[in-house]
């Protein structure tokens, strides 16, 4: 991810704004409880936590992401927002962290995964880790690219093909590994197909 990321976490976040739909909604609907605590696992360069803390500013974020050079790139975002003391970072490998090494959290309100299970390749595994992650009453959030199933054949083939070029790899079995989440832990899944299937979102609820 660092060899990745080293250069182009300094133009992330003005390339990805046309094609990352449905961030944005994803943020607007997360509604965390007044004191509640939000966990972005990939946060990146800390775009969607900056704009989740301002959208909700009665709640506590965190952040984890492997590589150390998007988390330097979302430290200095965060701090130039003014937001250091409502946002906390950490290095941690999104299929296996200890919340309450990293924070001092156990289980979160809220748990959002935007665009990040297309570049794990254990996704399943960053499925399953951020549900665990939840506290009663909590919902993990999902947005990423689906699979262009209302949209022509040749915008699929070229954009799988472009997206490949970054280690980029929509899961056309999301929504089975949604329910199958939900299922094994007890939790109410939701799918949906966005924009002709440009992107998915999903959650898992707790309670």
Known sequence: MDAIYRSQRHIYDLTRKYYL???????????????????????????????????????????????AAMLETARAKIAAA???????????????FNSTALFGVAAFDRVFQS?????????QGALREGASKLAPGGRLDIVDFGQQEGLP?????????????????????????????????????????LRRGYAWSASLSRG
């Open 21 to 67: 739909l449905g961030r944005d909604a994803l943020i607007a609907g997360i509604a965390p409880p007044p004191g509640g605590t939000v966990l972005e696992v990939g946060c990146g360069t800390g775009r969607n936590l900056i704009a989740a803390a301002r959208a909700f500013p009665n709640a506590r974020y965190f952040g984890i992401d492997i590589s």
């Open 82 to 96: 003014g937001l250091s003391h409502r946002i906390e970072l950490a290095q941690g490998d999104a299929t296996a």
């Open 115 to 123: 665009y990040t299970l297309s570049m794990i390749p254990d996704w």
């Open 153 to 193: 054949r040749p915008f699929q083939v070229m954009l799988f093909a472009w997206l490949a070029k970054f280690d980029v790899t929509p899961r056309a079995t999301l929504p089975e590994a949604v329910r199958a989440a939900a299922r094994d832990n007890g939790l109410t899944g939701r799918f949906a197909s």
